[in-house]
């Protein structure tokens, strides 16, 4: 038959669901008004707006499989490139290869970047686009749903929300950011110290974008207290006859009668034969920063002189594909007291009273602008600014590709000078310990994901170029002064903390950029950027309109559009992206 129902076992990603998928490549119809590449967090939200009215048949291609279907297989095996300012050392590329994509498999710490994050995604894209932090802000709130902080949390906490920033659909195809009712006590005397910092505000919703102390949510189900993912919200019991589903599959390549998308070349992987589908409006790649980049180099859209050594005709040259590679990077400090901070007996009386729900975590965040962290946040703005671009880009980078460098870095110098901007550059947690994880949440440097023209369809070079430009070092070791100035300030200082990573004896700038090159790992799981929504001057690869440039019917929804990497953790912000996305696809 040509659908089938299964029932999937319960695991622990979701509860016990009913949901209709084809059961082999097989039973794919011939063709579909719109196909789309990729079944995780952008590919199946758009889907599942796409086929909402019932007016248009919609097909998601996904390479990985439901969960179940194929036990511990839900991560892409991926080792990146050297990174030679970072000793040389490689990094595992972990991102999902199942139904749901990272959404299924991430750490489910769920956030928004700032306001200036998404207005610089405006800037970046053609004139008269309709991307920014107003216009986006919707989005937030049609695809996210706030379950708000408990009564029985106690009010020394201090969980600031506004509705304003949120939706309130607790529908069963929702997406959700839950607040437990237990917010771990040892937090208390961090945050005390903390909002006393020059330049830290607290904020009056984690979601406002603004930056400041708050706290952050998790993506749990608040009815099931399961995760909260794209596969649950956004396909799980929907069961519609124009939307389906195939699992297994890898797109080859987009077909095009001259330059229009006219549909898909897959080959799924129990076979070993390829066959095509047509998509009779348009072909939507939402497989990620890692490998939509891949198809459309596969589709002859790149590169040409990458395209060319790899043997693939050139339908577009188009620099931009692959390069402006993000992602957030990160370095550890951790401290040991002498004695520890003292709770106070009612609250800690209050929190062991409390009984967990078990509806995922939630933590106390901090997220500041480069003025809150360093004095010398103007010098650091000018030393940007004062910098030949082209020398922290791979050698032999296309003049458009260099000149959209050029333009982000400009905005990030305004931004830092700035002591008033929301655009932020650290951001770390309090886990109760005196142990951090300092994130520079906006790098300078900037890597790429490219074909390997000696065997195209196997996994893309990623090479993150891990602190290429050294400004990230610097930054970096501005995050750990913070750090130290937070462990000696108010309450905090008054219990003689003995600093362990780096350790003291890293004691001047120049000793801790070696330390920073030694120990910095130049990812947390967010790829972001290979397929940017930038000016074609720029490097950019979609329109404001996320179509790609030089060919119709194609377009790209997912965070490979991202101009620049957002302040937080990156689901909720493709979240919103999709949404948008399928809109623009509407033309709603």
């Given at each position: 038959m040509a659908r089938w129902i299964i029932a999937l076992a319960c695991t622990w990603l979701v509860t016990p669901v009913v949901g209709v998928f084809l059961e082999t490549y097989k039973d794919a119809k011939d063709a579909y008004d719109y196909i789309i590449v990729g079944g995780g967090t952008a590919g199946l939200t758009v889907a599942d707006r796409l086929s909402e009215s019932g007016q248009h048949s919609v097909l998601v291609v996904e390479f990985g499989y439901l969960d179940g279907q194929r036990p511990g297989q839900t991560l892409y095996s991926i080792t990146s490139a050297p990174s030679p300012e970072l000793g040389n050392r490689t990094f595992s590329v972990d991102i999902g290869c199942v139904v749901g994509g990272s959404s299924a498999v991430n750490g489910m710490i769920f956030q928004r970047g700032t306001a200036a994050d998404y207005d610089i995604w405006g800037e970046l894209a053609p004139l008269n686009n309709t991307w920014s932090w107003e216009n986006i802000l919707p989005y937030f709130k049609k695809g996210i749903q706030l379950?708000?902080?408990?009564?029985?949390?106690?009010?020394?906490?201090?969980?600031?929300?506004?509705?304003?920033?949120?939706?309130?659909?607790?529908?069963?195809?929702?997406?959700?950011?839950?607040?437990?009712?237990?917010?771990?006590?040892?937090?208390?005397?961090?945050?005390?110290?903390?909002?006393?910092?020059?330049?830290?505000?607290?904020?009056?919703?984690?979601?406002?974008?603004?930056?400041?102390?708050?706290?952050?949510?998790?993506?749990?189900?608040?009815?099931?207290?399961?995760?909260?993912?794209?596969?649950?919200?956004?396909?799980?019991?929907?069961?519609?006859?124009?939307?389906?589903l195939l699992t297994g599959a890898r797109v080859n390549r987009i077909l095009f009668n001259e330059t229009t998308a006219?549909?898909?070349?897959?080959?799924?992987?129990?076979?070993?034969?390829?066959?095509?589908?047509?998509?009779?409006?348009?072909?939507?790649?939402?497989?990620?920063?890692?490998?939509?980049?891949?198809?459309?180099?596969?589709?002859?859209?790149?590169?040409?002189?990458?395209?060319?050594?790899?043997?693939?005709?050139?339908?577009?040259?188009?620099?931009?594909?692959g390069s402006n590679f993000q992602d957030h990077s990160y370095t550890t400090?951790?401290?040991?007291?002498?004695?520890?901070?003292?709770?106070?007996?009612?609250?800690?009386?209050?929190?062991?009273?409390?009984?967990?729900?078990?509806?995922?975590?939630?933590?106390?965040?901090?997220?500041?602008?480069?003025?809150?962290?360093?004095?010398?946040?103007?010098?650091?703005?000018?030393?940007?600014?004062?910098?030949?671009?082209?020398?922290?880009?791979?050698?032999?980078?296309?003049?458009?590709?260099?000149?959209?460098y050029r333009r982000q870095m400009e905005m990030f110098a305004r931004e830092?000078?700035?002591?008033?901007?929301?655009?932020?550059?650290?951001?770390?947690?309090?886990?109760?310990?005196?142990?951090?994880?300092?994130?520079?949440?906006?790098?300078?440097?900037?890597?790429?994901?490219?074909?390997?023209?000696?065997?195209?369809?196997?996994?893309?070079?990623v090479d993150y170029r891990g602190a290429s430009n050294p400004i990230d070092v610097d930054l970096a070791v501005?995050?750990?002064?913070?750090?130290?100035?937070?462990?000696n300030s108010g309450e905090l200082a008054k219990h003689n903390a003995t600093e362990l990573s780096p350790g003291r004896r890293w004691d001047s700038d120049e000793k801790l950029r070696e330390w920073v090159r030694r120990e910095s790992v130049p990812s947390v799981y967010h790829p972001v950027g290979t397929a940017a929504m930038m000016r074609r001057e720029w490097g950019g690869v979609v329109d404001g309109e996320l179509r790609v440039?030089?060919?119709?019917?194609?377009?790209?929804?997912d965070a490979s559009v991202m101009g620049v990497i957002v302040g937080g953790t990156t689901s909720m912000s493709v979240y919103a992206l999709a949404e948008k996305g399928a809109d623009l696809i509407r033309g709603v």
């Open positions: 379950t708000p902080p408990k009564p029985e949390i106690p009010a020394d906490f201090n969980v600031k929300y506004d509705m304003k920033y949120w939706g309130s659909n607790y529908s069963d195809h929702s997406i959700f950011a839950t607040y437990p009712n237990y917010l771990n006590p040892r937090t208390y005397p961090y945050y005390q110290t903390v909002k006393g910092i020059p330049g830290v505000n607290i904020i009056e919703d984690s979601g406002s974008g603004k930056t400041g102390l708050s706290y952050w949510m998790s993506s749990t189900n608040p009815k099931t207290g399961l995760r909260s993912y794209a596969r649950a919200g956004h396909w799980d019991g929907l069961n519609r006859s124009n939307y389906d006219t549909g898909i070349l897959l080959t799924p992987r129990n076979a070993n034969h390829s066959f095509s589908i047509t998509a009779r409006h348009e072909v939507i790649i939402s497989a990620g920063a890692i490998h939509t980049l891949q198809v459309l180099q596969l589709s002859g859209i790149g590169p040409a002189p990458l395209l060319k050594a790899a043997g693939i005709p050139v339908l577009v040259d188009l620099p931009g594909v400090a951790s401290f040991r007291f002498s004695t520890p901070p003292a709770i106070p007996a009612s609250l800690l009386s209050q929190s062991q009273s409390i009984t967990p729900d078990n509806l995922g975590r939630a933590g106390l965040g901090l997220s500041l602008p480069l003025s809150a962290i360093t004095p010398n946040y103007t010098s650091l703005a000018a030393r940007l600014l004062a910098q030949d671009p082209a020398s922290h880009l791979p050698a032999g980078a296309h003049p458009t590709v260099v000149a959209g830092w000078s700035n002591s008033t901007s929301s655009f932020s550059t650290l951001r770390f947690s309090f886990p109760g310990t005196p142990d951090f994880t300092p994130v520079n949440i906006h790098p300078v440097s900037r890597g790429t994901v490219l074909i390997n023209p000696a065997n195209p369809e196997s996994e893309p070079i501005e995050s750990i002064k913070f750090l130290r100035r937070i462990m440039y030089g060919v119709t019917g194609l377009r790209v929804v």
